[in-house]
């Protein structure tokens, strides 16, 4: 397994990551926008894209979605909650919010829901479900590695303020964090990593 993490994209310096299996195909974790250079990463890499695994429906996590199904003939995956953000629901998707141009809707995603499991080859990730930013937010585990989406980040965690976000929701899922076993190493949707352990002791929402 590599774990190879892309620069930041979108108006919103949003994180993603590409992880590939030993037989060189990928899931794509979040999929923020520029599907060229995405592609373009995957192919000097050798990687084939399998699996775009969504941590939810904001446009800054979904703007290459449509490009990149189309290009590779990939499956999408989102929460059952988030998914129609992807192809109807323009205002939890806050393309209207921010006013984004251009974006693409994607109507052939395929809903998970807490406690799947999504496997690529000899990959298999953990589906968590964590609302509070968006009613279908979830983090993905791999292994020790969690990819938090906008749910947490270092000393911080996502915004409730927007269309569909739910403090106590939020607060609620924090508790599901903290209460995971081991020091993960997380991977959030926007700006540094960071690990479980240093949340617990320093992140003001799981204290």
Do not use: W
């Amino acid at each position: 397994m590599e774990i190879i993490k892309l620069k930041p994209l979108s108006v919103c310096d949003t994180n993603s990551y590409i992880v590939s299996s030993q037989k060189q195909n990928a899931a794509l974790i979040d999929a923020p926008a520029d599907a060229d250079y995405i592609l373009r990463v995957l192919e000097k890499r050798g990687l084939t894209l399998k699996k775009i695994l969504l941590t939810h429906g904001h446009f800054d996590h979904v703007g290459a979605v449509a490009d990149l199904a189309e290009a590779t003939g990939c499956r999408v995956y989102i929460h059952r909650l988030d998914i129609d953000k992807l192809s109807t629901d323009t205002d939890g998707l806050l393309i209207n919010f921010f006013r984004v141009r251009g974006l693409r809707l994607y109507d052939g995603a395929v809903a998970v829901d807490d406690g799947d499991i999504l496997t690529l080859d000899e990959l298999e990730f953990d589906v968590v479900h964590t609302p509070g930013h968006t009613s279908g937010s979830v983090c993905y585990i791999l292994d020790d590695v969690m990819f938090s989406g906008d749910t947490i980040f270092a000393r911080s965690v996502g915004r409730t303020d927007m269309p569909d976000g739910d403090y106590r929701k939020l607060m609620n899922s924090m508790e599901i964090i903290k209460d995971l076993g081991g020091n993960l190493r997380i991977l959030p949707g926007h700006m540094e990593e960071t690990t479980l352990d240093k949340e617990r002791r320093f992140n003001p929402y799981l204290l």
